[in-house]
């Protein structure tokens, strides 16, 4: 079974840095999707950025990129230029490319963002 | 375009009495998703539907849970006799699936339930 596991339950990050969030996953499949989601505290789940493992290149989402190493099976975000509004839950997500029915997630981490 | 809306926002409930949450769903959207949220954790997975057709449970899904999506627009998502376990956000979510491709899953706000 596929597992995602984002080891940072808080981070926190200075208004215009740059930060990283870190999500690491397991799976034997080779053809797959992975995403980043935002969760403010409004609750509703955002999609952020989406990268399919099949592609080499990095996604990018004006602010959002991600640093995907598929061989380490590590999929980080990096959010530039950080604003307050960024301040949420992210969770990575897992999607198998075989079968279209569910995501996995990981159990989130806090972003904090200070003026 | 609406969003996915979830009602209600909140539920309080007593133990061992049945609660039944509803989702619309995004309007051309073909598949439904239930995910459970609790506190400190990811959502987890409950169940799909491709228009009124349940595809897939989780084994989170006791017998005491059931979904359902008539005529394919919006779901209901029943427990009965609730247990203080239950509590949790219940998050609904829709996509549409087109041949080999699909749009990115749109969420809801979710229910909170809570079983006193």
């Known amino acids: 079974a596929q597992t995602v596991t984002q080891s940072q339950p808080e981070m926190s990050v200075q208004e215009a840095e740059t930060v990283t969030l870190s999500c690491t996953y397991d799976t034997s499949e080779s053809d797959y999707y992975l995403f980043w989601y935002k969760q403010p505290p409004s609750r509703q789940m955002i999609l952020v950025i989406r990268q399919e493992a099949y592609k080499q290149q990095n996604a990018t989402e004006n602010r959002f990129s991600v640093n995907f190493q598929k061989a380490a099976k590590s999929f980080s975000l990096k959010i530039s230029d950080s604003q307050l509004g960024d301040a949420a839950m992210y969770f990575c997500?897992?999607?198998?490319?075989?079968?279209?029915?569910?995501?996995?997630f990981g159990t989130g981490t806090r972003l904090q963002v200070f003026p | 375009d609406t969003g996915v809306s979830q009602d209600p926002r909140h539920k309080i409930t007593k133990r061992g009495q049945n609660v039944t949450f509803r989702c619309d769903p995004i309007?051309?959207?073909?598949?439904l998703y239930w995910y459970r949220q609790t506190l400190g954790q990811g959502p987890e997975f409950l169940t799909y539907f491709q228009n009124e057709a349940q595809l897939e449970k989780s084994r989170l899904l006791s017998d005491r849970f059931s979904a359902e999506r008539p005529k394919g627009s919006f779901s209901t998502l029943e427990i009965q006799r609730t247990e203080q376990g239950d509590s949790a956000m219940y998050l609904c979510?829709?996509?549409?699936?087109f041949g080999t491709g699909d749009s990115p899953l749109h969420f809801g706000n979710g229910t909170r339930l809570t079983v006193t």
């Open positions: 997500a897992y999607r198998s490319a075989y079968n279209t029915d569910k995501l996995i």
């Open positions: 309007s051309e959207h073909n598949r």
């Open positions: 979510a829709s996509s549409f699936i």
